[in-house]
């Protein structure tokens, strides 16, 4: 038996108008296999990469599917699937291939070990917002920065939806926030966000801001999202032996390493903590404690309803007008 699935696709590497809604078969869940009934689809910047044909690898055409970050209910599990039930809450766990497993659907085929339980008490719209933005932010800070009360954490494109979480992941630590942002007009809400204080690329130098804020020592973790030379620039904005992670690629060309030693650099990917059972587990029980102590709370900048409206949303996302998290309701 076979289910009729209204699917984003894209043919051809392109802007937000290669990508088309068309109808899709699934299939009953093979083993180990769970259909999810899609409620909201929370937008990622790799996933423009991998339509513009710049992600990390190219998107297999024609017929690529896009998109990491779902909420939905299970619908119904294949054999051997002991986790979920129909009925169930859950989460993508942005831990599959884009262009074999993309979520940006009504309804999708999952392996299980692609989903996890979507924190209780939590709106489909809101829970689409979290997983991949924050669980980056907590493990490239948390995990892999191991960011302590005190430190101060430089973070930069703060406005994105990692950026945002970022910030509240680093408060939540007991740490000091400083953000940057290209243009002055996000400034104050990322200071009411949580940021202990936010820099304006475009009017300020980044590297002397960070240092008067820091009394001259330096940020002692730093979280990019640029890339490219960028980051070997940033390298002076840090404190001796801090810890500097890289974790995007919005800046043309290769990642240049620092040349002020001693710092520890760290390449970041989600699949660190997504990609084993207990790497997910850690992850899902710091957001759910996050979002029910209100510690954690995901910026929407939009909601755009229906498959359809995908190329705006991608519009929006490329013009970098937005702060926090693009959502789509199918």
């Not at 998109?67 to 942005?94: H, I, K, N, R, S």
């Not at 999708?108 to 809101?126: F, I, K, M, N, Q």
């Not at 942002?181 to 475009?202: C, F, P, W, Y």
Request: glycine share 10%.
């Amino acid at each position: 038996m076979t289910t009729t699935a209204r699917t984003v696709l894209f043919h051809e590497i392109g802007g937000p108008e290669v990508l088309t809604v068309e109808e899709t078969e699934l299939p009953d869940p093979a083993p180990g296999e769970v259909l999810v009934k899609v409620e909201a689809l929370g937008l990622n910047r790799a996933e423009a990469m991998l339509r513009a044909g710049t992600y990390f690898y190219q998107p297999t055409l024609p017929g690529s599917r896009n998109g990491y970050e779902a909420a939905g209910e299970v619908v119904a599990v294949g054999a051997g699937v002991t986790a979920f039930a129909p009925g169930d809450p859950v989460l993508a766990a942005a831990n599959h291939h884009l262009s074999t497993h993309g979520v940006y659907a009504d309804l999708v085929l999952l392996p299980e070990t692609s989903l996890v339980p979507r924190p209780a008490g939590v709106d489909a719209v809101t829970a689409a917002a979290v997983w991949l933005t924050y669980t980056t932010a907590y493990g490239a800070l948390i995990e892999r920065a191991g960011t302590a009360a005190g430190d101060h954490v430089l973070i930069t494109g703060a406005s994105s939806g990692v950026g945002t979480a970022a910030i509240q992941v680093a408060r939540r630590a007991g740490a000091i926030p400083i953000a940057t942002t290209r243009t002055e007009a996000k400034r104050q809400a990322l200071l009411d966000l949580g940021a202990e204080h936010v820099i304006v690329s475009e009017d300020e130098d980044v590297i002397k801001e960070t240092r008067r804020l820091t009394g001259g020592r330096g940020a002692e973790v730093v979280l990019d999202a640029i890339g490219g030379s960028y980051f070997r620039e940033l390298g002076a904005a840090a404190a001796a032996d801090a810890t500097m992670v890289s974790y995007g690629w919005l800046a043309d060309g290769p990642i240049e390493l620092p040349r002020n030693w001693p710092v520890t650099v760290h390449g970041y990917a989600n699949f660190i903590v997504t990609g084993n059972a207990e790497g997910r587990r850690r992850a899902a029980h710091y957001l759910a404690a996050g979002l029910a102590d209100g510690t954690l709370r995901p910026v929407i900048a939009e909601v755009y309803d229906g498959l359809d409206r995908m190329a705006d949303a991608h519009r929006l996302m490329e013009s970098n007008a937005h702060l926090g998290k693009i959502v789509v309701r199918p």
